[in-house]
């Protein structure tokens, strides 16, 4: 590891928020500093802003809107991935870089990967595009692959291993073969995440503690 940034990515409920606060927790009783972040990074209305005028804003603050509502608005595609990359720069110039400078390790929960996988299932944009946009943002020491079985997922999320949102070909499942795709990098390690809290926490930690030495 030569800077430190860490970035924990998968479909959701994958379990990578907690995951990301334990690995966090770890990385401060072995001895380093840490810093715990996400993205996306803004409030939703000042991410709404960046794009959409006042109407969206007003909308945002009236009903509380979460960033699935966005999608009624029907962004163009590019906006949509534009959006998570202005996101994003406020994300790497306010956080990431600066603590990276003070030496101290990032764990960030999603990063530009997410951009990737994301996007370019959902709205057909081109990865190479995605990739290239987000060129600004630092790239990771460390990618951890939360892999989480398509059933397990869905009993997260709805308490029960049927299949729907994350059924078999549907949107979940190539979110998940775009990161297996981007898996192949070498800077990224692929988790087990079925499983109890501490064993995915227990198999992470066995992921990351090596490359911690050599910071
Ligand atoms: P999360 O809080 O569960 O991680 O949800 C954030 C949602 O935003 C998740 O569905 C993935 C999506 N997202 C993108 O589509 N593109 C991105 O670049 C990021 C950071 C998140």
């Not at 979460?66 to 595609?77: F, G, I, R």
Request: hydrophobic share 40%; charged share 25%.
């Amino acid at each position: 590891m030569q800077q430190g940034l860490i970035v924990l990515e998968g479909i959701d409920a994958c379990g990578k928020t907690t995951q990301a606060a334990l690995l966090a927790g770890k990385i401060k009783a072995a001895g380093h500093e840490v810093v715990l972040t996400r993205e996306p990074f803004l409030d939703l209305p000042v991410l709404g802003s960046v794009i959409a005028g006042a109407g969206i804003i007003r909308d945002h603050h009236a009903h509380g809107d979460t960033l699935d509502s966005l999608k009624k608005y029907k962004l163009a595609p590019e906006t949509d991935a534009f959006l998570f990359a202005a996101d994003r720069s406020e994300h790497v110039s306010k956080v990431i870089k600066p603590v990276l400078a003070e030496g101290k390790i990032v764990v960030t929960d999603r990063y530009y990967p997410s951009s990737i996988a994301y996007q370019s299932t959902f709205d057909g944009l081109d990865a190479e595009w995605i990739r290239s946009m987000n060129r600004f943002a630092p790239e990771p020491d460390l990618v951890v692959f939360l892999k989480v079985s398509l059933e397990e997922a869905s009993l997260r999320r709805n308490g029960s291993r049927r299949l729907e949102r994350f059924e078999k070909g549907g949107k979940e499942e190539c979110i998940q073969s775009a990161y297996e795709e981007l898996a192949k990098a070498p800077n990224w390690v692929t988790i087990d995440a079925d499983g109890s809290v501490d064993d995915v926490a227990q198999r992470v930690w066995d992921a990351v503690e090596a490359g911690l030495k050599t910071l």
